[in-house]
């Protein structure tokens, strides 16, 4: 068991370690000096010493590469992420956790919500195949789910922002609204996440469906259920209670993959709707040449899915006893 779990935070520590050493290294080779360009907007305002002064505070001080890796290791884990060109001289993890909270409320309710409503819809379309709703329902929401996230997330925009002009056009919040109570807020909150959160669970569901109707189809023909029926246990049951308990664990398995995906899709999504989050300060970041707040931007990304990864790897092995058995986890 120990043994397991020290395999499982070597791999996802070295993933890591290679995701942040990648992330020091590209914006380094990218054209452009940030740090010059802002200093560039004070040109006769500094010394040579307070020009000096300032790079050593944006993490571009004097030193080898290797040095200055380092120095970029040391400070990410002692949370030290340095300071934002573009918005000098706020630091880096103040604005990228506080963009992170918005991102990870998006990608974590639409997660939920498509796995949950896509299993469902699977169960019912492999409960009676080639009849019903698994005549259209999974070829239509595949043929949605085609459609890259930011344009759907600009028709629906279109359409349920502009034309019927139901929820608002941007922002995560009404910034010039005093709210009465937290609960107003809340629901303000919830209001403009609407689209974002509808965007993603349409564009996800096809692929949930899929899989949760081809594993149902599979279990429902396996001998322990017919078994079941022979016992004379009910129909609702035997679909909920026995095939769909095993029918699930294909789906948990690409809950961490799908994770990636989301975050991928939340990302280009919060920019169309100009939601605060990881994406919006991304595109910020890549506008101004402000790489120690890209850098951070990437860092936060990588350790939100290496860590729903590693839970969903945890959680596969509380669930299905033979993993633990064989002494491994999901894959």
């Known amino acids: ?24 290294f590209l914006p380094r080779i990218m054209p452009g000096d940030p740090v010059q360009a802002a200093l560039g907007r004070l040109k006769g305002q500094l010394t040579p010493e307070m020009e000096g002064a300032i790079r050593r505070a944006l993490g571009q001080g004097e030193g080898s590469l290797g040095e ?8 990410i884990l002692q949370g030290d992420w340095g300071i934002s060109v573009g918005r000098y001289p706020e630091r880096v993890d103040a604005l990228v956790f506080e963009a992170l909270g918005y991102t990870l409320s998006i990608v974590g309710i639409s997660l939920i919500l498509s796995f949950a409503i896509g299993s469902y819809l699977g169960i019912m379309c492999a409960k009676r195949p080639g009849r019903g709703l698994d005549t259209f329902l999974p070829s239509t929401l595949m043929f949605i789910g085609g ?12 359409y349920f922002g502009f034309h019927l002009d139901l929820f608002p056009l941007r922002h995560a919040t009404c910034l010039d609204r005093t709210f ?65 308990r095993n029918a699930l664990l294909p789906s948990i398995t690409n809950l961490g993959m799908a994770m990636g ?13 100009s939601y605060p989050g990881q994406g919006l ?51």
Request: aromatic share 14%; proline share 2%.
């Open 180 to 244: 009465s109570s937290d609960f107003e807020r809340y629901l303000d909150y919830a209001w403009h996440a609407a689209l974002p959160i509808g965007t993603i669970v349409v564009a996800s569901l096809g692929g949930w469906l899929l899989t949760m109707r081809n594993a149902m189809i599979g279990e429902l023909s396996s001998d322990f259920v017919q078994l079941a029926h022979a016992k004379g246990l009910s129909d609702r049951r035997v679909l909920f209670g026995y095939a769909a």
């Open 68 to 75: 200055q890796y380092l120095a970029y290791l040391s400070g």
């Open 281 to 331: 300060l991304m595109l910020e970041a890549i506008r101004s040449q402000d790489y120690p707040l890209l850098q951070g931007c990437f860092a936060a990304v990588t350790f939100a899915v290496l860590i729903s990864n590693f839970l969903v790897d945890s959680l596969y092995g509380l669930v299905d006893p033979r993993t633990r058995r064989r002494g491994g986890g999901a894959t």
């Open 261 to 273: 995906y989301i975050v991928g899709g939340a990302l280009l999504t919060e920019i169309v709707f």
């Open 1 to 24: 068991m120990k043994a397991r779990w020290l395999e499982k935070l070597l791999t996802y520590g070295a993933a890591a370690w290679g995701a942040l050493t990648l992330n020091f």
């Open 147 to 158: 459609f890259p996230y930011f344009w759907l997330a600009m028709v629906v925009l279109a």
